[in-house]
T-cell receptor, first 110, second 114 residues
Framework: KAGVTQTPRYLIKTRGQQVTLSCSPI?????VSWYQQTPGQGLQFLFE???????NKGNFPGRFSGRQFSNSRSEMNVSTLELGDSALYLC?????????FGPGTRLTVL | AQTVTQSQPEMSVQEAETVTLSCTYD???????LFWYKQPPSRQMILVIRQEAYKQQNATENRFSVNFQKAAKSFSLKISDSQLGDAAMYFCAYRSASGNQFYFGTGTSLTVIP
């Protein structure tokens, strides 16, 4: 069974731009969660989607948004990028009680 | 919100030796799941082991085993016969059986010395 995939793997943007990251979960998994990982802040929960509905949300500004499609694929959008948004963005999918992670998207904001 | 604490930011172990990584958590719930994830330099988070709180038996996966002490809210990971490939950041995580959100610790960086 194929694992969680994330595209793109690497991204370079400039301040003020917006970016969209994509995540395809493991087949049959309906829950998708997003995390931001930085050296200083560790793993921070962004939001979780289940059956196209946002079920949980972390403490991030409204510039961070997401959505989930009927095939469970999810996208995360960050508008008006700031230097501090540079991070590894991890997506994880789950079917019942265990999360499986994708390889991440490394976002660099210049 | 539940909190997960990993008090050892860094650990090191000699190759072929055994090392134990510590994790404590705070919860008022009785039914939950605990996990250890490994993140090697490639940055891919890999599930190492999973424990169900209602099971008294400690989970084991090959060289990896846990010491789950429910009353003490402790969930340590023991790595036996350490190998160079075990070098990674290890994260402890908690998930309520009734909820959907995962809570992660800050991680322990493990170095394996040849």
């Amino acid at each position: 069974k194929a694992g969680v995939t994330q595209t793109p793997r690497y991204l370079i943007k400039t301040r003020g731009q917006q970016v969209t990251l994509s995540c395809s979960p493991i087949s049959g998994h309906r829950s998708v969660s997003w995390y931001q990982q930085t050296p200083g802040q560790g793993l921070q929960f962004l939001f979780e989607y289940f059956s196209e509905t946002q079920r949980n949300k972390g403490n991030f500004p409204g510039r961070f948004s997401g959505r989930q499609f009927s095939n469970s694929r999810s996208e995360m959008n960050v508008s008006t990028l700031e230097l501090g948004d540079s991070a590894l963005y991890l997506c994880a999918s789950s079917k019942v009680d265990t999360q499986y992670f994708g390889p991440g998207t490394r976002l660099t904001v210049l | 919100a539940q909190t997960v604490t990993q008090s050892q930011p860094e650990m090191s172990v000699q190759e072929a030796e055994t090392v134990t990584l510590s994790c404590t958590y705070d919860t008022s719930e009785s039914d939950y799941y605990l996990f250890w994830y490994k993140q090697p330099p490639s940055r891919q988070m890999i599930l190492v082991i999973r424990q169900e709180a209602y099971k008294q038996q400690n989970a084991t996966e090959n060289r990896f085993s846990v010491n789950f002490q429910k009353a003490a809210k402790s969930f340590s990971l023991k790595i036996s016969d350490s190998q160079l490939g075990d070098a990674a950041m290890y994260f402890c995580a908690y998930r309520s059986a009734s909820g959907n959100q995962f809570y992660f610790g800050t991680g322990t960086s493990l170095t394996v010395i040849p």
